[in-house]
């Protein structure tokens, strides 16, 4: 399940081209506590990365997101890793992030249809953080 994307302009106002940003560029992954509680480590773990690289390819031209996978930057990605309960509270990130122009994926598990996980684009940390400052790291 692809979230709209956010105008050029709302991203343009919220992002600063990488050469003018000296402030750390980074993904934010978002797994669900119940089911790492319920499901064997690998199969939620595969789920973050699913969420990830869609999130990466569906932005691959954005200008942050080149940056991000730079040959030179390759090797020095940031992400952060979190989590949420459960399903209502993924569901309730996402369309928080959707409200406030951030780009995402929320990985939806086939043939199940359920959530399970969800990725933003890369982005400035001052950019994205406040819509994760509540959530606990991933542990």
């Known amino acids: 399940m692809s979230q709209p994307l956010a105008d050029s302009q709302t991203i ?7 050469s003018e940003n000296a402030e750390v560029v980074l993904q934010y992954v978002v797994l669900r506590r119940d089911l790492i509680d319920t499901w ?4 939620v773990v595969t789920q973050g990365c699913h969420a990830s690289v869609s999130a990466v390819w569906a ?4 200008p942050l997101t080149i940056d ?6 390759i090797d020095s990605m940031h992400k952060v890793t979190l989590e949420v309960k459960g399903e209502a509270q993924i569901k309730n990130l996402s369309e928080k992030l959707t409200s406030g122009g951030i780009i995402h994926k929320m990985w939806i598990e086939q043939p199940e249809n359920i959530p399970t996980c969800l990725a933003t ?3 400035p940390k001052s950019v994205v953080s406040s819509y994760f400052k509540k959530l606990k790291l991933c542990k």
């Open 12 to 18: 343009a106002n919220q992002t600063q081209s990488p």
């Open 40 to 43: 064997p480590l690998g199969s």
């Open 59 to 62: 932005n691959k031209d954005d």
């Open 68 to 73: 991000y996978c730079s040959p030179e930057k």
């Open 121 to 123: 684009k890369p982005y």
